[in-house]
């Protein structure tokens, strides 16, 4: 019995870190089939908790709040329990455009941002980097790893603040995490999921095959060029 009420319990911290993680990023809904993903990808045992499926466990234990997109059964999915609904709920399955126009900010590896959040389990946590510069996090000590070994100290830890809103704690963990990576005079791409790391070597080669193809002009010829600000962004930030 206590097995499986820890595993109900771990179930609904994932869900609820996971959705708010989402809202936070997006300010949209995240759908059911994306938090299956997850579960299944970080806690393939949690799967023993959902035997009627993710909508019936969130019946049962409404840790976020579902929603459904008017007259399309399959198009179903959860917001954070703060987050009021709107009059047009289609609002809610559309990205914010500011956000998504705004937002500078990394997308690390699920493990990696996680080792910032959860409470240290044991004497210690470590990160090792491995020569392919994969990640692993132990919460014991290392023996025998292959790899570099970094420590994350509980001051390196996102504080608890009572009643901190979802936007205040994502930003203090980018914080910690910043000041982690400083610590230990880091690059933070090691530690980004695949997309954007590709994302910024995409932009960083297109740049650098800009500046490569003008780098022979002649002083004159450089002289002429005039490249507004916005060409160098959608550059750098195109697909």
Known sequence: MAYEEDIVSKTKRLIQDYVDEHWSSTHSACYFSSIGVHLSRVAPETRAALPNGLGEFLRQNPVVRVVQFPGVTQKIAAIPLSVSVPEDVKALFLPSKSIAANSNRNVYLQEFWDAFIRPIEGTVRSIVIDDSN????????????????????????TPNVPNRSIADKVSATHSVIDAWLQKHSLDSTIFLRARARRQILSADNRLIQLLNAIEDLSEDDLARIRLPLDIVVKLASKK
Not at 139 to 144: C, E, F, L, R, V
């Open 134 to 157: 994969r990640i692993t996090v132990h919460d014991s000590p290392t023996i025998n790893q292959s790899g570099t070994v970094y420590q994350i100290e509980p001051q390196d830890l």
